[in-house]
């Protein structure tokens, strides 16, 4: 039992039935118990596996539960007496198990979960194809829909997942020696679900599962730990996007770079900054964006101050091995005035990122840099140091110019000097330089020289000006400057507005996906969404988070962004700027409104169901007057007539009253039973528990349904027929519905037929009759509820049977549908799944070997 309080999940994972995983939990159940840990056994299906059932012996097995349901006896796992027993480990088969109707839960996990809570430490079995996000995937793969799945949720949240491994090659040999189906299933097997091509599939889904799985481990280990570092656990390739032409090469590039390890990653990113990669052009970045999805890559925007510093830092966090860059568009002479570009820059930081620099043909074709407005740490450094070293070395080359020059030309050129300087480092540097310039010129050029003495009251007003005009200059230049900063900074927060307009626009509504793109926009480690409970103003709740999150308050973040009076968004990493906060409101907002649209549309889902019954209810009211009337009436007639005492009536007629009475009474029941059937399947909580089912079973329930009607049945199912994977009860109900509306059509003298054959991975059971038949543009409106053939007749039912018969068939992933019998008539086709293609479900009476065995 887990010390903490909470038990311990240890799944068993496996790509298909058959690849050893009950055998695999038993072994650890006994090294367990050799250790002297309590371990008891829940629930494990073993299916008949003489090796599997010697692995239990020795180990304390808790009974199961017997339930009975629909005139058929199951066990389940007893979970109050293992709540009861209290053992530090308890061992539950087959995680996506569907229990059987009646139990406290609906699920098998469900009732894990309860054990973990119980501080009961629990080993479990699942496969593959029954976890939830990927179950439409195995349908696709496989062609059989998967009816037991499990959370995602749940899984990931286990403690240890182990990958229990075979080869396709391997398992399909395990079959054939009779080690999972009994050998008349074997070929039939093989031949569907067990082929080669679904097998490796299987595999492959279950092996990169469970690789995200671990990667996400690692992820969060190493930001627990600070690490920085790149692990080349797996190659990641980031390739650095600038929206010019060079695009395209550059992803194809990476794409093909990725594709030469398995299970590598492609991630394209884009710094939106005016002083980073210039040229961004909104439509050739869209195309490059749908160019990365399109070949199985992700797409990302960063904003960032210095390009290099914001890519490595991106590359970082993903912990990426390869970062590819264009190379540089500019001329020979733009980089020899530009100094050194991004790709050198980033080379020189990498650090243990390679660098990839990938020639393109638009290289060298760029424009002469232009200067820029934004005021860096480095440029006023620079402005300062030009300052120094421009004014001697000036009045060094004026001095020797001796008397060719006059005062107007000297100062000419210090105010160029200014303005110069006010160009490269600002304001500050360019009055530094006035300042300098002026002193300069009153001891060097000014008569008399060597002195700071000023003879003439114009070269006092000349240096008067000339200060006054570098002021000037010096603060247009500065204002010039940080006007461009303030309209590249904007310029960047549209774009990245813009990105988030179009995720909108494409539907992306999941939380952590924007949690995720405010997380990597703004460098941050973590993004959170923090609702407050009602239960007072210092309680949060966590709606969704992305990165590694450590803050259950907004007082323990970096920064907090109100997203309204209950919803905050916070943020871990480092704090937020002023215009940066406001670009984050624009995220924040966003988020409300999805959970906003999210809750509503929890809403309208369940209104939904309401407006159904609303509906449903009102055509009942419609149909059903007469039918309930008409059998209550002659019910009570026979029996008032009974009691009364004005009459003696003989015995046959005592009789006759009777059985008017008794079928009035049986066919009110079958309309109610119909009734309650019917909204069960409108509103989803129709409860069905299938199992390999033979149909000699089910026809003689049909015909004692029937009754005295069951002699005009002609029936013709073959002996030999495969299992259908269907809940007997109501596969029983399916055909004689059919059969009933058929005998109610039928000619005099022209018996239905009842037949059934196998065809592929299904076997269909058809109901043929030789009355008038339907029209093609009516067959889908007789499944209608309440539609008669005709509409004119109520005397016969309300119009359920047909309707229920095919809701049954499909809430047990069967179909019914309409076909013209040859020669006149209509044929009801019901198609059900054949059980050997059901690899969830065991087939009864299998003869296998063991699992080591099966290695062999």
Same mark, same amino acid.
């Given at each position: 039992?887990?010390?903490?309080?909470?038990?311990?999940?240890?799944?068993?994972?496996?790509?298909?039935?058959?690849?050893?995983?009950?055998?695999?939990?038993?072994?650890?159940?006994?090294?367990?118990?050799?250790?002297?840990?309590?371990?008891?056994?829940?629930?494990?299906?073993?299916?008949?596996?003489?090796?599997?059932?010697?692995?239990?012996?020795?180990?304390?097995?808790?009974?199961?539960?017997?339930?009975?349901?629909?005139?058929?006896?199951?066990?389940?796992?007893?979970?109050?007496?293992?709540?009861?027993?209290?053992?530090?480990?308890?061992?539950?088969?087959?995680?996506?198990?569907?229990?059987?109707?009646?139990?406290?839960?609906?699920?098998?996990?469900?009732?894990?979960?309860?054990?973990?809570?119980?501080?009961?430490?629990?080993?479990?079995?699942?496969?593959?194809?029954?976890?939830?996000?990927?179950?439409?995937?195995?349908?696709?793969?496989?062609?059989?829909?998967?009816?037991?799945?499990?959370?995602?949720?749940?899984?990931?949240?286990?403690?240890?997942?182990?990958?229990?491994?075979?080869?396709?090659?391997?398992?399909?040999?395990?079959?054939?020696?009779?080690?999972?189906?009994?050998?008349?299933?074997?070929?039939?097997?093989?031949?569907?679900?067990?082929?080669?091509?679904?097998?490796?599939?299987?595999?492959?889904?279950?092996?990169?599962?469970?690789?995200?799985?671990?990667?996400?481990?690692?992820?969060?280990?190493?930001?627990?730990?600070?690490?920085?570092?790149?692990?080349?656990?797996?190659?990641?390739?980031?390739?650095?996007?600038?929206?010019?032409? @060079?695009?395209?090469?550059?992803?194809?590039?990476?794409?093909?770079?990725?594709?030469?390890?398995?299970?590598?990653?492609?991630?394209?990113?884009?710094?939106?900054?005016?002083?980073?990669?210039?040229?961004?052009?909104?439509?050739?970045?869209?195309?490059?964006?749908?160019?990365?999805?399109?070949?199985?890559?992700?797409?990302?925007?960063?904003?960032?101050?210095?390009?290099?510093?914001?890519?490595?830092?991106?590359?970082?966090?993903?912990?990426?091995?390869?970062?590819?860059?264009?190379?540089?568009?500019?001329?020979?002479?733009?980089?020899?005035?530009?100094?050194?570009?991004?790709?050198?820059?980033?080379?020189?930081?990498?650090?243990?990122?390679?660098?990839?620099?990938?020639?393109?043909?638009?290289?060298?074709?760029?424009?002469?840099?232009?200067? !820029?407005?934004?005021?860096?740490?480095?440029?006023?450094? @620079?402005?300062?140091?030009?300052?120094?070293?421009?004014?001697?070395?000036?009045?060094?080359?004026?001095?020797?110019?001796?008397?060719?020059?006059?005062?107007?030309?000297?100062?000419?050129?210090?105010?160029?000097?200014?303005?110069?300087?006010?160009?490269?480092?600002?304001?500050?540097?360019?009055?530094?330089?006035?300042?300098?310039?002026?002193?300069?010129?009153?001891?060097?050029?000014?008569?008399?020289?060597?002195?700071?003495?000023?003879?003439?009251?114009?070269?006092?007003?000349?240096?008067?000006?000339?200060?006054?005009?570098?002021?000037?200059?010096?603060?247009?230049?500065? !204002?010039?400057?940080?006007?461009?900063?303030?309209?590249?900074?904007?310029?960047?927060?549209?774009?990245?507005?813009?990105?988030?307009?179009?995720?909108?626009?494409?539907?992306?509504?999941?939380?952590?996906?924007?949690?995720?793109?405010?997380?990597?926009?703004?460098?941050?480690?973590?993004?959170?969404?923090?609702?407050?409970?009602?239960?007072?103003?210092?309680?949060?709740?966590?709606?969704?988070?992305?990165?590694?999150?450590?803050?259950?308050?907004?007082?323990?973040?970096?920064?907090?962004?109100?997203?309204?009076?209950?919803?905050?968004?916070?943020?871990?990493?480092?704090?937020?700027?002023?215009?940066?906060?406001?670009?984050?409101?624009?995220?924040?907002?966003?988020?409300?409104?999805?959970?906003?649209?999210?809750?509503?549309?929890?809403?309208?889902?369940?209104?939904?169901?309401?407006?159904?019954?609303?509906?449903?209810?009102?055509?009942?009211?419609?149909?059903?007057?007469?039918?309930?009337?008409?059998?209550?009436?002659?019910?009570?007639?026979?029996?008032?007539?009974?009691?009364?005492?004005?009459?003696?009536?003989?015995?046959?007629?005592?009789?006759?009253?009777?059985?008017?009475?008794?079928?009035?009474?049986?066919?009110?029941?079958?309309?109610?039973?119909?009734?309650?059937?019917?909204?069960?399947?409108?509103?989803?909580?129709?409860?069905?528990?299938?199992?390999?089912?033979?149909?000699?079973?089910?026809?003689?329930?049909?015909?004692?349904?029937?009754?005295?009607?069951?002699?005009?049945?002609?029936?013709?199912?073959?002996?030999?027929?495969?299992?259908?994977?269907?809940?007997?009860?109501?596969? @029983?109900?399916?055909?004689?519905?059919?059969?009933?509306?058929?005998?109610?059509?039928? #000619?005099?003298?022209?018996?239905?037929?009842?037949?059934?054959?196998?065809?592929?991975?299904?076997?269909?059971?058809?109901?043929?009759?030789?009355?008038?038949?339907?029209?093609?543009?009516?067959?889908?409106?007789?499944?209608?509820?309440?539609?008669?053939?005709?509409?004119?007749?109520?005397?016969?039912?309300?119009?359920?049977?047909?309707?229920?018969?095919?809701?049954?068939?499909?809430?047990?992933?069967?179909?019914?549908?309409?076909?013209?019998?040859?020669?006149?008539?209509?044929?009801?086709?019901?198609?059900?799944?054949?059980?050997?293609?059901? #690899?969830?479900?065991?087939? #009864?009476?299998?003869?296998?070997?063991?699992?080591?065995?099966?290695?062999?």
């Amino acid at each position: 039992m887990s010390k903490g309080g909470r038990g311990e999940l240890r799944i068993y994972l496996g790509a298909a039935p058959g690849v050893g995983k009950t055998y695999k939990m038993l072994g650890e159940a006994r090294r367990r118990r050799a250790r002297g840990t309590d371990v008891v056994v829940g629930f494990v299906e073993t299916h008949g596996r003489k090796y599997t059932e010697q692995m239990l012996d020795g180990l304390e097995t808790v009974p199961r539960r017997i339930v009975d349901y629909r005139g058929a006896s199951f066990t389940e796992l007893d979970l109050d007496a293992i709540l009861a027993r209290r053992p530090e480990v308890a061992l539950i088969d087959e995680l996506a198990h569907t229990n059987v109707p009646g139990g406290r839960n609906e699920k098998r996990w469900q009732d894990v979960e309860e054990l973990l809570a119980a501080g009961v430490d629990v080993i479990s079995t699942l496969n593959i194809q029954h976890l939830e996000s990927i179950n439409d995937v195995v349908e696709k793969i496989t062609g059989v829909p998967q009816q037991e799945t499990v959370p995602d949720r749940v899984v990931r949240a286990a403690d240890q997942i182990e990958l229990v491994d075979m080869t396709p090659e391997a398992l399909r040999r395990r079959m054939a020696h009779g080690n999972v189906y009994a050998a008349d299933k074997v070929d039939a097997a093989l031949g569907n679900y067990f082929r080669v091509g679904n097998l490796s599939a299987l595999r492959e889904l279950a092996l990169l599962w469970l690789a995200d799985r671990v990667d996400a481990g690692l992820q969060q280990y190493r930001a627990q730990h600070a690490i920085d570092s790149t692990w080349d656990t797996r190659e990641r390739v980031v390739v650095a996007l600038t929206g010019g032409p @060079e695009g395209e090469t550059l992803i194809r590039r990476a794409a093909r770079i990725t594709a030469r390890s398995s299970g590598g990653d492609l991630l394209a990113v884009h710094v939106a900054r005016s002083d980073g990669l210039t040229g961004a052009n909104p439509k050739r970045l869209a195309d490059q964006r749908n160019l990365v999805e399109k070949i199985g890559g992700t797409y990302h925007q960063v904003v960032g101050d210095d390009v290099p510093a914001a890519l490595l830092s991106f590359a970082r966090a993903e912990n990426a091995t390869q970062l590819v860059l264009g190379g540089s568009r500019r001329s020979r002479l733009g980089s020899l005035l530009g100094g050194p570009g991004i790709g050198a820059t980033t080379i020189r930081d990498s650090g243990d990122i390679d660098v990839l620099i990938v020639t393109h043909g638009q290289m060298g074709r760029g424009r002469l840099p232009r200067l !820029r407005g934004s005021l860096s740490r480095r440029r006023k450094i @620079e402005g300062f140091v030009l300052a120094l070293v421009l004014q001697p070395l000036l009045a060094l080359v004026l001095g020797l110019g001796g008397d060719t020059l006059n005062l107007t030309s000297n100062v000419l050129a210090f105010l160029l000097a200014v303005v110069v300087v006010a160009l490269v480092g600002g304001m500050l540097p360019a009055m530094l330089t006035a300042v300098g310039g002026s002193l300069i010129l009153n001891y060097f050029f000014t008569p008399p020289t060597r002195t700071f003495t000023i003879a003439e009251v114009n070269n006092a007003l000349a240096l008067v000006i000339f200060v006054l005009v570098a002021a000037m200059v010096s603060s247009v230049v500065d !204002r010039a400057a940080r006007r461009t900063r303030e309209a590249a900074r904007a310029a960047a927060e549209s774009e990245t507005l813009a990105t988030l307009a179009g995720s909108v626009l494409r539907g992306e509504t999941a939380l952590p996906a924007l949690l995720d793109r405010v997380r990597e926009a703004f460098g941050m480690t973590g993004a959170c969404l923090l609702e407050r409970l009602d239960d007072g103003p210092d309680e949060w709740r966590e709606v969704a988070s992305a990165g590694t999150v450590t803050c259950s308050r907004p007082e323990d973040a970096d920064a907090v962004i109100p997203a309204r009076d209950d919803l905050v968004l916070v943020l871990q990493g480092h704090q937020l700027e002023a215009d940066e906060r406001r670009l984050v409101g624009a995220f924040a907002a966003h988020a409300a409104a999805l959970i906003d649209r999210a809750r509503l549309s929890e809403a309208a889902a369940e209104a939904k169901p309401l407006a159904e019954a609303d509906k449903l209810r009102t055509a009942l009211l419609r149909a059903v007057g007469h039918d309930l009337r008409s059998p209550l009436a002659s019910a009570k007639a026979s029996v008032t007539s009974l009691r009364g005492h004005d009459v003696a009536w003989t015995d046959s007629e005592r009789a006759e009253l009777l059985e008017t009475a008794d079928e009035s009474l049986d066919r009110l029941s079958r309309l109610v039973d119909d009734l309650l059937d019917l909204s069960r399947l409108q509103a989803g909580v129709l409860p069905v528990f299938t199992r390999p089912t033979a149909l000699d079973e089910i026809v003689p329930g049909v015909l004692s349904a029937l009754g005295g009607d069951a002699d005009q049945v002609s029936v013709d199912v073959p002996d030999t027929l495969p299992l259908v994977e269907a809940d007997p009860a109501l596969l @029983e109900r399916v055909v004689a519905n059919l059969l009933a509306n058929a005998i109610r059509y039928s #000619p005099p003298g022209q018996a239905p037929l009842v037949t059934a054959s196998a065809l592929g991975d299904t076997v269909e059971i058809r109901v043929v009759d030789r009355g008038p038949g339907i029209p093609r543009a009516e067959r889908d409106r007789v499944f209608a509820p309440f539609q008669r053939l005709g509409d004119t007749d109520n005397t016969v039912g309300v119009g359920l049977g047909l309707a229920l018969a095919r809701g049954l068939a499909e809430a047990m992933h069967g179909t019914v549908q309409p076909e013209d019998t040859p020669g006149g008539g209509l044929t009801m086709v019901v198609a059900m799944p054949s059980a050997v293609t059901r #690899p969830d479900v065991p087939v #009864p009476g299998a003869r296998e070997r063991s699992e080591q065995e099966g290695h062999a």
